[in-house]
């Protein structure tokens, strides 16, 4: 019904930057919100920052003036950029779509994930 393809991961140096991009695409009738989440090994998923249809971010304490979240409404993709990573970033991240699809049901999707690791 909606696929999610997502792009940009990858391994950097601390201090680097990356930027993922992820495309949701099928029958989409009108986004209430899309965002990202990441999971360590060993913790929990949690949401890393969303943006709603109308525009408006939201982010996690720990990336706060680092990460900024975007979106193209025509293309029903979202962006994250990621500036000045931290070890503690390392984590595979997923994107995630709430939306309506066919017969006004409002659900969540998910992308496979991206590996985005921080090293020297």
């Known amino acids: 019904q909606v696929q999610l393809v997502e792009s940009g991961g990858g391994l950097v140096q601390p201090g680097g930057s990356l930027r993922l991009s992820c495309e949701a695409s099928g029958s989409i009738f009108s986004i209430y919100a899309m965002g990202w989440y990441r999971q360590a090994p060993g913790k929990q998923r949690e949401l890393v920052a969303t943006?709603?249809?109308?525009?408006?971010?939201n982010y996690a304490d720990s990336v706060k003036g680092r990460f900024t979240i975007s979106r193209d409404n025509g293309q029903n993709t979202v962006y994250l950029q990621m500036n000045s990573l931290k070890p503690e970033d390392t984590a595979v991240y997923y994107c995630?779509?709430?939306?309506?699809?066919?017969?006004?049901?409002?659900?969540?999707?998910w992308g496979q994930g991206t590996q985005v690791t921080i090293s020297s």
């Open positions: 995630n779509v709430d939306c309506w699809t066919r017969g006004w049901v409002r659900s969540d999707y």
């Open positions: 943006i709603t249809g109308g525009g408006s971010p």
